[in-house]
């Protein structure tokens, strides 16, 4: 009997590790047929706003991927992202990203409508493919856009090896006009030698340490010294995650005047966006 059990058990495994690996295989093969460029399978492109603090004035937006899947509805980065990491599928997916955004604001030029610098992420797996630059340079300019239109955000994860090919792809995106952001800055990887080794123009505090903020004084010092450091070192700081008006009032007292959080703005379909956005143009007129 111990042995039928034995047997039973090992089969509950088994299909438990199967069923896993299809439902993955599903997912993945669903989001690679998502991003042809005209498929309609539920890939939307949300814009959050960057603000002043602590007044909140519109300085920019980061474009973030959403998949309202046909049959399970939304689901969010957190689950696809990582596993589209694992394949080539996340240069897809982040391609669908950067070539939608720039259309989006393309279309929005043509109707007379201002724009903010928008921001995009690309996974590190980018700065290994040789035709990174030229196929940015190529889709923004197709949209009428100039680079200098858009900031790329960089995963600090990304450096963790760096390699001289990560290095060049930097530079060679810099000089060709983009904004280069680092992300998720004091996560669990950085190195304080980036910020002297990555031609870098912003630094995005992880929102983990926005967080400790205001629990904690050492993680008050701490931020303080952070953004001093970075202010010093001559990039503009954006601190992630601002919930509260305590969080952003503090953080505007430790001299990080740019944020981006619930507070202010949730992440919201393009088309929010941009009535959002006109609607705040009109108000700074007056
Ligand atoms: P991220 O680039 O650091 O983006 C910020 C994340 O924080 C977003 O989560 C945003 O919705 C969330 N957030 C913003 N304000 C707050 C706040 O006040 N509180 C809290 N708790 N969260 C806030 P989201 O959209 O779920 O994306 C998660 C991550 O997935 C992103 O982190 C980014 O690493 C990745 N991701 C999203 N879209 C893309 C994409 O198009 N390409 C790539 N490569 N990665 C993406
Ligand atoms: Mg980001
Ligand atoms: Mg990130
Ligand atoms: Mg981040």
New binding site residues.
């Given amino acids: 009997a111990a042995k039928q059990a034995g047997r039973d058990c090992y089969r509950f495994y088994d299909e438990g590790i199967s069923h896993t690996m299809r439902q993955r295989l599903m997912l993945e093969q669903q989001l690679r047929l998502a991003t042809q460029p005209e498929a309609d399978l539920g890939l939307e492109l949300y814009l959050q706003p960057k603000v002043t603090l602590p007044a909140g004035q519109i300085q920019g937006a980061e474009a973030l991927l959403r998949w309202n899947h046909p049959e399970k509805g939304m689901i969010a980065p957190a689950e696809f992202i990582p596993l589209a990491e694992e394949s080539r599928l996340i240069l897809a997916l982040d391609r669908w990203v950067f070539a939608r955004t720039c259309r989006t604001v393309k279309r929005w030029r043509l109707l007379g409508l201002k724009m903010p610098r928008i921001s995009i992420?690309l996974s590190a797996r980018h700065l290994q493919e040789p035709d990174l630059v030229n196929w940015c340079v190529e889709t923004v300019m197709s949209c009428g856009l100039v680079p200098g239109d858009l900031e790329l955000?960089i995963?600090e994860t990304a450096f963790v090896n760096l390699a001289d090919m990560v290095l060049k792809q930097l530079v060679a995106l810099r000089h060709a006009g983009f904004s280069l952001a680092l992300?998720?800055f004091g996560?669990g990887y950085s190195s304080l030698t980036y910020l002297c080794r990555l031609p870098l123009d912003v630094v995005?505090i992880?929102?983990a340490l926005v967080a400790d903020l205001c629990q904690d004084e050492r993680a008050a010092i701490l931020l303080r010294g952070v953004v001093q450091l970075l202010d010093r070192l001559g990039f503009s700081v954006v601190a992630?995650?601002v919930e509260t008006d305590q969080q952003a009032d503090l953080l505007h007292a430790i001299g990080c005047t740019t944020g981006q959080g619930y507070l202010f703005y949730r992440p919201m379909p393009a088309d929010d966006f941009i009535r959002v956005y006109q609607d705040y143009c009109i108000a700074i007129d007056f």
Avoid: F, L, V, W
Wanted: glycine share 10%.
């Fill in positions: 992420n955000e995963t992300d998720d996560a995005k992880d929102r992630e995650g």
